[in-house]
């Protein structure tokens, strides 16, 4: 199955598309017409044009080659029009109807008809039950959701297999200031699922971290060795600790499965998980735009030391290390300010300072430290240290996070220099330290992975 022509098409056609604002075949259209290559809007029984498109009444009577379709139909002709995609050569079709698995038999059945008809067409499938996909950097906008023209390029692959958490998580993205490089809701994952998915999104120059939600698999072991087969860090948001499995089997048709069997299975093959989607969007920024960390040791410069020490008990609680600097980097350290607050690790200069920089330069430089993360409230006078910043992880060959808060506007200006110098900014410093110890967690787990005994009921 060749997803290429499903998240990288030429062309596109929306079958079912309409003029009525109120239909989801108008919606669907009006973000198709965003893309970058050709849009056909496709219905049999509509004349004249939409959104500057002329109708055409099939798939077939598209000029040239579809690869993607946009089915804004209802379930039960989802069937006859996937047959007529197979025979005009569609590589790809998302299917935004319900109806299927998550509704009992009569819906189970209605799947594997589409499953075969698509089979049949070397069709590849995302959904059915998904409100779709978008490709920010080629405006490719395979949603009916409004609001998704904002999405900004970057560097992350949102996988959900819920389509409403893939569009809660990327329009959390954009709040933040965040870009993406694709946001996919899987749905019911007729053909095209995580395993499909993640293979793809691995091969994609433009994609630095994977992030998963997942409700659950019939195939656990599957999704997990895919997991480990990929060269692009991947992490996961596995949901069900508790006892939802009939409210996510009527949603995607899913069974949750063991929660704490999934969790040791990700840890055995190398893939951190997290426990919200703040944390899952955090720990995709960290790993797409580090260095990977040769260890759990972290380096902390903070100035105040209050945040400092939330940061530092947050870091140990999950799992990081604070390892006491050398000798030579502490007196480094108080060369550059003499009588500095607190100078082992953390660093804590006590207040911002034009030195602060400096500072976080030669905590990096320290053989004792693998990933570094440093606070600092925002001062308009001082700014943030974004030159001594800018590179420094790949002159240190380690991560370099950065956390701050402070009134907006300057402020503003000043974190989003650091973000295009591809520093992982926080505005929180829980978050950073959860993000900071996700990478810590990273460099350790896998170990071993080769020989794990999952079970299959995962």
């Known amino acids: 199955m060749n997803l290429t022509r499903l998240f990288d098409p030429g062309t596109v056609a929306v079958v079912g598309a309409s003029t009525d604002e109120r239909k989801i075949g108008y919606e669907a259209m009006a973000n198709a017409v965003e893309f970058d290559g050709r849009v056909y809007p ?12 002329e109708f055409v009444p099939s798939v077939a009577d598209v000029d040239e080659p579809v690869d993607l379709a946009l089915l804004c139909v209802p379930g039960p002709v989802v069937p006859d029009v996937l047959e007529e995609c197979g025979e005009a050569d569609v590589g790809g079709a998302v299917i935004y109807a319900g109806g299927f698995a998550e509704a009992g038999e009569e819906g189970e059945a209605l799947q594997e008809r589409i499953v075969e008809v698509a089979a049949a067409g070397d069709v590849a499938l995302l959904g059915p039950n998904t409100s779709g ?51 996919v809701g899987l749905g019911n994952r007729a053909n095209v699922g995580f395993e499909e998915a993640i293979d793809y999104f691995d091969g994609d120059a433009a994609t630095g971290a994977i992030v998963l939600h997942v409700e659950g698999t019939d195939d656990g072991r599957s999704l997990l060795e895919t997991c480990r087969a990929a060269e692009t860090p991947v992490v996961a948001y596995k949901v069900g600790q508790s006892d ?29 998980t997290v426990g919200s989607t703040s944390a899952l969007l955090d720990a995709g920024l960290a790993l797409a735009n580090s260095p990977a960390p040769g260890g759990a040791n972290v380096g902390v410069v903070t100035a105040q030391a209050g945040p400092g020490i939330i940061v530092a008990d947050r ?9 006491e600097l050398s000798e030579d980097t502490q007196e480094r350290v108080e060369e550059v300010l ?21 500072l976080i330069e030669t905590v990096a430089a ?13 001062e308009e006078a001082l700014g943030f240290p974004v030159d001594a910043l800018d590179g420094l992880a790949e002159r240190v060959g380690k991560p370099v996070l950065f956390a701050s808060e402070g009134p907006p506007g300057a402020m503003d200006d000043e974190l989003a220099a650091l973000r295009e110098a591809g520093v992982p900014t926080f505005t929180s410093p829980e978050r950073a330290a959860e993000a900071t110890a996700l990478l810590a967690r990273y460099a350790g787990l896998g170990d071993g992975a080769a020989e794990a005994e999952v079970s299959a009921d995962v």
């Open 338 to 358: 003499p009588g500095i607050t607190f100078a082992d690790n953390p660093v804590d200069t006590g207040r911002p300072m034009p030195e602060f920089g400096e």
């Open 315 to 323: 870091l140990q609680r999950a799992g990081a290390t604070l390892p």
């Open 244 to 272: 939802v499995g009939e409210f996510a089997e009527s949603h995607t048709g899913a069974l949750t499965g063991d929660h704490d069997l999934y969790t040791a299975g990700f840890a055995q093959y190398g893939v951190p």
């Open 133 to 183: 996909f978008v490709v920010p950097r080629s405006n490719l906008l395979a949603s009916f959701a409004s609001g998704v023209e904002g999405f900004r390029p970057g560097n992350v692959a949102i996988l959900a297999q819920s389509g409403g958490v893939a569009h809660q998580l990327a329009f959390q993205a954009l709040r933040e200031g965040r870009g993406i490089s694709a946001m």
């Open 42 to 53: 496709v219905n049999p029984s509509a004349e004249g044009s939409v959104l500057g498109e």
């Open 366 to 378: 320290d053989d004792a430290v693998d990933v570094v993360l440093v606070y600092e409230l925002f």
